[in-house]
Structures are given as C-alpha cells and as structure tokens.
C-alpha cells in the first residue's frame, strides 16, 4: 500500500489505537489524527504513539483525511459516518470497525453528503479490554478482516480497503453484511453469551477457588456491558438462534451426566474436542 498524507480515526480505544500504532511503526501515513470525546482518552492516545495529534472537533479532525476510519460504538456508526461525510473533503472514503454490519451497511448503502463513500469493515481482533493504553500494532498481525461491500460499492473502494488492512498484517476477506452477521453470531456472540451465563452462575462463595479453567472461559464476560448490548440488539435475530441451539447442546450434555450415560458423554465430548481442535488450524 502506498503511504497515505494523512489517516483520520473517530475514537482511539483498543481497535482504533492498535490501527494508528500499526500505521505509524509501518510507515504507512504521515499523519495519524485521533478524534474523541474525551481528553483522557485523547492523551492516552498520544502517550502510547498512536497518533500523531489529537482533536474533540470532527469537522476539524476530518478536512484533510486521504482515509477515515470510524472506530466507535455500533449504535453510533451510522450517525458518525454521516458526521463524517458533512465535513470530509469531498469523495473521501470511509470504512468502520463495528462487529455487526447488515444494519450500519443498510443505513449507509446510499448516496453521502459530499460524494464521499462508505465501505463497512470487522477486524477480529481485540481482546475483553478497552482503551488506548491495551494498544497493540500488531493487534491485526494474521487475523481476519471482512469487508461487506454492496453492489453499490466502487471496486477501488474495496481493493483500496483490502490494501489498507493487509498493509497492518491482516487477511482480509469479502462478505455481504447479512452473511458476515450470520456467522459472527456463532463464532463471535454466542462465545460471549456463553462466558457471561457461566461467569454470571458460579456462585460467589466458590470464587476464591477459580482456576485457569474458570479464568479462561468467562474472560469474555469481561467486555464492557454497554458495548455488548449493543451488539446483542443490533444482532439479535442471530444471536437468538445460536442460543437455542447451545441451549439444546446443554440440555444434552445434562441428560448424559444425570442419566449417567457414559457412551453418549464421550461422543458429545469427542465431537467438541474435535471442532476445538480444528479452531486457527
């Protein structure tokens, strides 16, 4: 990819962070500008290198962007990508980070202010911590980024973006909003729902005794609350599917223990350990 003049990112957290630190130690844009509400998070930014100067003003953030990234919230993607549009030079390209896509790309599949573009984008990657300061520039190193674009999409766009990603280290691959949501529900959502119903039943007195095994499968329960509901709306339909199915696993892994059917025991855990073993394979 060649180097971009300058790159605008509307909230600098973990993802929006790690893409301004990978920017700036490859090279790749002369300038990396954060725009946020908050001026902890903004100097935060500045202290971890992640940009290379700072703004609360998004008209002003935005003039002299080549590439905008929107790095905040789900339910406020639309809205800031529309912010963005009125303020950016005129047929800039913009893409996002939000981790759910049919309803962000149905709102913005349409004409925006000032010929600008959108092009919606998840990289997965991350982790259950949030803010500049868990920053990493190679956050993005072998993991996979889709791109949801429409047929109204520009195939420069798209290429554009593809270069932009595979330039910070990802594998960038294609899919329409509606499938990428689908299968996030599966791999992304429903690991979560499942943290957070565990973390939320273990007893508290039982706490103190927590191992690794504890420790490692309720992590994602500790991502911010107001972000997953978020999430949980905007993909419910999904969502909802995934977990009558796990609850229809539970239901038999329950019936093998009580019944203490020990052939079916083994072959729910032998399929489990057979699929897990194949997950980054």
Known sequence: MD???????????????SVGLALRQRGLAETVVGIGRRQSTLRAARRVGAVTRTTQDLAAGVARAD??????????????????????????????????????????????????????????????????????ADLFQGRLVVLTPTRRSRPGDVERLERFWSALGAEVVRMTAAEHDRAVAWTSHLPHAAAV??????????LPLAGT????????????????????????????????????????????????????????LSRAKTKRDAVGS
């Open 197 to 206: 119903a565990l973390a939320a039943v273990v007893p508290g007195r039982y």
């Open 3 to 17: 180097s971009l003049d300058c790159v605008a990112i509307v909230g600098v957290g973990l993802i929006g962070g």
């Open 67 to 136: 590439l905008v990234l929107v790095c905040v919230p789900i339910g406020s993607i639309v809205e800031q990508v529309r912010r963005v549009a009125e303020h950016a030079r005129p047929g800039t390209l913009i893409t996002d980070a939000g981790s759910t896509k049919a309803e962000i790309v149905r709102a913005l599949d349409r004409p925006l202010a000032r010929g600008c573009r959108f092009v919606g984008s998840h990289p997965l990657a991350g982790s259950e911590k949030a803010g500049p300061q868990h920053a990493r």
């Open 213 to 268: 095994g504890l420790e490692d499968t309720s992590r994602l329960a500790g991502g911010s609350p107001e972000l997953w509901t978020q999430i949980f709306a905007a993909n419910r339909r999904h969502v909802a599917a995934a977990l009558r199915r796990f609850e229809r696993q539970i239901q038999a892994l329950r019936a093998a223990v009580e019944q203490e059917n020990s052939s079916r025991l083994k072959r729910i």
